[in-house]
């Protein structure tokens, strides 16, 4: 199957800083790719649609000056979380669709202190 | 709203034992449905998924589902789980035909396994 990897798998930050988390499709291409944000023992939340060449869709209640997110070209995906806070450590994931099925990348913990 | 719900947040088994998930949603139209199984450090990976047709649909790793449209389920079974199925367990629903990567993810069940 179709290859999507991300990096970083974890990452520690401190509070206002600033992390971007990278999402490739390595062995394909992708126009839209999707970010979703994980909870401890909770569901997979979508947090936008990432748009090649154009601006992503957000999530009802995602901020989206805080998450920000660029797809500036057919395999690169990028997430920024801005100004991080405590509240903002969760498990970021994201997918991109090949055909009828959408491949995932590994993840990335992220945890502000 | 559109939601997806699954009922056994904890499910422990012993080899051998057969396995039923539940998953039910909540949406009057056509879904495309899904089961992915996350093993622990590991990506997402998809059991199986269903479209259209035959509503009994088998997966990998002998997991089979049945999409009963009447009651809005898409539950997964296994008729003998094994030690190595011991992972989070995800249903997910796709509502948009045209942009078959937008999911809607049931809380997950994670499955123990006893050998």
């Known amino acids: 199957g179709a290859v999507v990897s991300q990096h970083p798998s974890w990452v520690i930050c401190k509070s206002g800083t600033s992390v971007k988390i990278e999402c490739r499709s390595l062995?394909?291409?992708?126009?839209?790719m999707f970010w979703y944000r994980q909870f401890p023992k909770q569901s997979l939340m979508l947090m936008a649609t990432?748009?090649?060449?154009?601006?992503?869709?957000?999530e009802q209640g995602v901020e989206k000056d805080k998450f920000l997110i660029n797809h500036a070209s057919l395999t690169l995906s990028t997430l920024t979380v801005t100004s991080a806070h405590p509240e903002d450590s969760s498990f970021y994931i994201c997918?991109?669709?090949?055909?009828?099925?959408?491949?995932f990348g590994q993840g990335t913990r992220l945890t502000v202190v | 709203a559109q939601s997806v719900s699954q009922h056994n947040h904890h499910v422990i088994l012993s080899e051998a034992a057969s396995l039923e998930l539940g998953c039910n949603y909540s949406?009057?139209?056509?879904?495309?449905l899904f089961w992915y199984v996350q093993y622990p450090g590991q990506h997402l990976q998809l059991l199986l998924k269903?479209?259209?047709?035959?509503?009994l649909v088998k997966g990998i790793k002998g997991f089979e589902a049945e999409f009963i449209k009447s009651k809005f389920s898409f539950n997964l079974r296994k008729p003998s789980v094994q030690w190595s199925d011991t992972a989070e367990y995800f249903c997910?629903?796709?509502?948009?035909?045209?942009?078959?990567?937008?999911?809607?993810f049931g809380q997950g069940t994670t499955l123990q396994v006893k050998p």
């Open positions: 949406y009057g139209g056509t879904v495309n």
């Open positions: 997910a629903v796709n509502l948009d035909s045209g942009n078959t990567g937008k999911l809607i």
């Open positions: 062995d394909f291409q992708a126009t839209t």
């Open positions: 997918s991109a669709p090949q055909y009828v099925e959408a491949f």
């Open positions: 269903y479209f259209s047709g035959d509503p």
């Open positions: 990432s748009n090649e060449g154009s601006k992503a869709t957000y």
